[in-house]
């Protein structure tokens, strides 16, 4: 199957259920910058609650190309974005085996947006093991061929109704199974069992 997709930083659970399922990946590189999107958050679970982690960008006013949209690397996001990671997940039981290439690139001062996400895309899918050809769109096409099922904007929200059967796991806090978390969740939770839950799962988006 080949899906056309948007590109998440750190995309949720469903998202990589979906690219599971997949043998070619095209991500949307033409696209315009959508705010208070996946496109530049994602959620991990803490000790307290579920967290939102924001990547600041410069310049992304509504209709700008995605593709030219900056990364603020004067905040330094990285940094505090791995430490609020290590907080939460420290104690999993694969942080260990994943914490290090993961860090290396989270802290790597990249560009654009577009670039930094494709990177970390493509660092998790290795560590996964999905074995994927993962390619980024050469220009905006409104209808794509038949053949291509288009997913773009459909992975929205985290508790989206359209994923209908994740697999519960243990969590490193709480009682309470907190669904279609950052793939971080379920990497450092599960480890290598990882791609199996993903391979189980389903979405009412690859129903055609």
Not at 2 to 18: A, G, K, R
Not at 124 to 140: D, N, P, Q, R, W
């Amino acid at each position: 199957m080949q899906v056309l997709i948007d590109l998440h930083y750190f995309p949720n659970i469903e998202y990589f259920t979906l690219l599971a399922k997949a043998d070619t990946v095209y991500l949307e590189k033409f696209e315009n910058f959508q705010k208070q999107s996946f496109r530049n958050r994602c959620y991990i679970k803490t000790a307290q609650k579920v967290d939102r982690l924001t990547v600041p960008v410069v310049g992304a006013n509504k209709g700008k190309p995605l593709r030219k949209v900056k990364l603020d690397n004067t905040t330094h996001f990285g940094v505090k974005h791995w430490r609020s990671i290590l907080t939460a997940y420290g104690r999993s039981p694969y942080f260990e085996y994943y914490s290090q290439e993961i860090e290396s690139v989270l802290t790597t001062p990249y560009e654009t947006l577009f670039d930094f996400n494709f990177e970390l895309l493509k660092l998790i899918s290795k560590l996964l093991g999905l074995k994927i050809e993962i390619k980024a769109t050469t220009s905006y096409q409104k209808n794509v061929e038949s053949d291509l099922l288009d997913l773009r904007n459909k992975v929205t929200k985290t508790d989206s109704n359209t994923f209908i059967s994740q697999q519960t796991y243990i969590q490193v806090f709480g009682d309470k199974f907190e669904k279609n978390l950052s793939i971080l969740d379920l990497l450092f939770c599960e480890g290598p069992n990882a791609i199996i839950l993903l391979k189980s799962q389903n979405s009412k988006l690859i129903e055609r």
